[in-house]
């Protein structure tokens, strides 16, 4: 099944514990990216991928890191994560930039930082 | 930078009446795309709109992209509570923006039985 894998769904961490979010996709697609959502803010974009090696800052980039080493995972990194980063995180994948095809979303990470 | 606007936010309706969502894009854009996410759920892609005045039906639901390539719409007749979610227009950018796809805020749409 075409999909995009994200792990884990939930997590508490405390402030300050690195932690890492995966994310993995099977379409063989270009172009990877990441979004966090806030009630009322709708989906911004932190960072995205258009491919291997190369990524770039969206809206929201700060506090974040990722890396883009193979087609298929694009992980989201938080050196040291901070109370305002609890959010809902979806990883997102398609065919190339600009989604003609649509993106195809994981289905989210809840992260709570205490 | 770039900003895509939806409105409304919110819109409460009884079953069986219609709902409509409006999209307004800072610039013109290349396509424009609308996603529904479910309450708990993820966003899912709906459907793209590529040319000027471009009209596209997916059974009840009726998507518009304007002629200016600035503006879209998403209508759905006679609503059912199948339909409740939040519906997201979404604009690629273009250049060095290429890369990115901004979203509008989404319109959360509820439906009483």
């Known amino acids: 099944e075409a999909q995009v894998t994200q792990n884990p769904r939930y997590l508490i961490t405390v402030t300050g514990k690195k932690l890492t979010v995966t994310c993995s996709q099977n379409?063989?697609?270009?172009?990877m990216s990441w979004y966090r959502q806030d009630p009322g803010l709708g989906l911004r974009q932190i960072y995205y991928?258009?491919?291997?090696?190369?990524?770039d800052k969206g809206d929201v980039p700060e506090g974040y890191k990722v890396s883009r080493k193979e087609k298929r995972n694009f992980p989201l990194i938080l050196e040291s994560p901070s109370p305002n980063q609890t959010s809902l995180y979806f990883c997102?994948?398609?065919?190339?930039?600009?989604?003609?095809?649509?993106?195809?979303f994981g289905s989210g990470t809840r992260l709570t930082v205490v | 930078g770039q900003q895509v606007m939806q409105i409304p936010q919110y819109q409460h309706v009884q079953e069986g009446e219609d709902f409509t969502t409006y999209c307004n894009s800072s610039?013109?854009?290349?396509?424009i795309q609308w996603y529904k996410q479910r309450p708990g759920g993820h966003p899912v892609f709906l459907i793209q709109?590529?040319?000027?005045?471009e009209v596209k039906k997916q059974k009840r639901l009726t998507f518009q992209f304007g002629e200016a390539k600035k503006n879209s719409s998403l209508h759905i007749t006679a609503t059912q509570t199948t339909d409740v979610g939040t519906y997201f227009c979404?604009?690629?950018?273009?250049?060095?923006?290429?890369?990115?796809?901004?979203f509008g805020r989404g319109t959360q749409l509820t439906v009483w039985p």
């Open positions: 997102a994948s398609s065919l190339s930039a600009g989604g003609s095809y649509g993106y195809t």
């Open positions: 991928s258009m491919n291997v090696e190369v990524t």
């Open positions: 979404a604009g690629p950018g273009r250049g060095s923006t290429l890369g990115r796809l901004y």
């Open positions: 709109l590529v040319k000027s005045g």
């Open positions: 379409m063989n697609h270009e172009y």
């Open positions: 610039t013109t854009l290349s396509n």
